[in-house]
Nanobody
Framework: QVQLVESGGASVQAGGSLRLSCAASGYTVSRNCMGWFRQTPGKEREGVAFIYSSGNTRYADSVKGRFTISRDNAKNILYLQMNSLEPEDTAMYYC????????????WGQGTQVTVSS
């Protein structure tokens, strides 16, 4: 049984930083594609950052240069380091994992709230 548990969400001021964590059980973080998504009420869920089994990464244009996705294979944890946060980054952030490809995520966490005030 796969479980993904996010943590690290908080309320911060614009320009601040946060690091989100996603602890995985029943799934190896280096196995296939994992990603971070975010969603605000009334908007579609947005893929923010992805990391492939190779270690290659991909980012949405809106966060490129500010967010970094990484993983700790020994601890089996996925991270999202978020710097230079903007009010537009306010959202519920979800960790997700795929059985094969980034185009389809099969497992989701419960989400962690990030609120950025100006």
């Amino acid at each position: 049984q796969v479980q993904l548990v996010e943590s690290g969400g908080a309320s911060v001021q614009a320009g601040g930083s946060l690091r989100l964590s996603c602890a995985a059980s029943g799934y190896t973080v280096s196995r296939n594609c994992m990603g971070w998504f975010r969603q605000t009420p009334g908007k579609e869920r947005e893929g923010v950052a992805f990391i492939y089994s190779s270690g290659n990464t991909r980012y949405a244009d809106s966060v490129k240069g500010r967010f970094t996705i990484s993983r700790d294979n020994a601890k089996n944890i996925l991270y999202l380091q978020m710097n230079s946060l903007e009010p537009e980054d306010t959202a519920m952030y979800y960790c997700a994992a795929s059985r094969l490809y980034c185009q389809r995520m099969d497992y989701w966490g419960q989400g962690t709230q990030v609120t950025v005030s100006s």
